[in-house]
């Protein structure tokens, strides 16, 4: 994996984490608290680890397949 791809992996990844963040984050407090409100910065930091976790897992999972063959 080039290292752009891997940038691009990362940044998709973590927008659609930072997405599915900010919905569940307004249901939530809407269905419980009854308030309009997102957690701007649990979000954030989720979004920005599920960013690159998952891509690094990834990258060494496709590296680890490399050296079974």
Known sequence: MKFWNFVLNCIV????AFIAG???????????????VVAWGSTLRIAVILGLVIPIV???KIKSNKTEE
């Open 22 to 36: 900010i919905l569940v984050n307004f249901l939530f407090n809407v269905i419980v608290h009854g308030l309009a």
């Open 13 to 16: 990844v973590g927008a659609i």
């Open 58 to 60: 990834d990258l060494l």
